[in-house]
């Protein structure tokens, strides 16, 4: 079975500082996604970032990055330039291939302090 | 038109209530789900439906009554619930594109239910 653990329940960090969220998992399987959602305050779930366990390119997207490691199972996410909008309940989360369901962590309570 | 929208965004229900939750998108998705978050908690899986037939029940309770009368539209008929069953009820749409190994998943904002 699969398991996704994040280790920060909460963090905060001031406007225009760099945060990394950690998430490590543990799989079996070769073939995987790796996930971070953002859940903002009463908004709705987005996916953020995502990363094909294949490729040994860290994926980005603008402003948010993720450093994979997979002999290591790790896959944390690298704010830069954090804003007040990222305030946010960030899930990391694995899905296999060929499959719908997605395996979540317990998430990460990240504010944004101005 | 990327949007899941779902309906209402609060409930509040009695134990011998029956209510129905409705979940809707006009992506041309062929894959709906719903998920259950409770507070400070992450989603989790309740049903998934391929291509309008139950592809995925996680042993969930015989109150919840999925129905996917379209390719468009997903509801869930609750009956009997419990106060414990009081959650966010998120759904979220697919494409299923067979031959694809990964079809993002697209959520709705979720509805409120609160059982007294």
């Known amino acids: 079975a699969q398991t996704v653990t994040q280790s920060q329940p909460e963090m905060s960090v001031q406007e225009a500082e760099t945060v990394t969220l950690s998430c490590t998992y543990d799989?079996?399987?070769?073939?995987?996604?790796l996930f971070w959602y953002k859940q903002p305050p009463s908004r709705q779930m987005i996916l953020v970032i995502r990363q094909e366990a294949y490729k040994q390119q860290n994926a980005t997207e603008n402003r948010f990055s993720v450093n994979f490691q997979k002999a290591a199972k790790s896959f944390s996410l690298k704010i830069s330039d954090s804003q007040l909008g990222d305030t946010a309940m960030y899930f990391c989360?694995?899905?296999?291939?060929?499959?719908?369901?997605?395996?979540f962590g317990k998430g990460t309570r990240l504010h944004i302090l101005p | 038109d990327t949007e899941v929208t779902q309906t209402p965004k609060h409930l509040v229900m009695g134990m011998t209530n029956k209510k129905s939750l409705k979940c809707e998108q006009h992506m041309g998705h062929r894959a709906m789900y719903w998920y259950k978050q409770k507070a400070k908690k992450p989603p989790e899986l309740m049903f998934v439906?391929?291509?309008?037939?139950?592809?995925i029940n996680e042993s969930v309770p015989s109150r919840f009554s999925p129905e996917c009368p379209n390719s468009s539209l997903l509801n869930l008929h609750l009956h009997a619930l419990q106060p414990e069953d009081s959650a966010l009820y998120l759904c979220?749409?697919?494409?299923?594109?067979?031959?694809?190994?990964?079809?993002?998943?697209?959520f709705g904002p979720g509805t409120r239910l609160t059982v007294l």
């Open positions: 439906y391929s291509y309008e037939k139950l592809s």
């Open positions: 799989t079996s399987e070769n073939n995987y996604y």
């Open positions: 989360a694995f899905m296999k291939h060929w499959d719908d369901k997605i395996i």
């Open positions: 979220a749409s697919s494409q299923d594109l067979k031959g694809s190994s990964y079809n993002e998943q697209f």
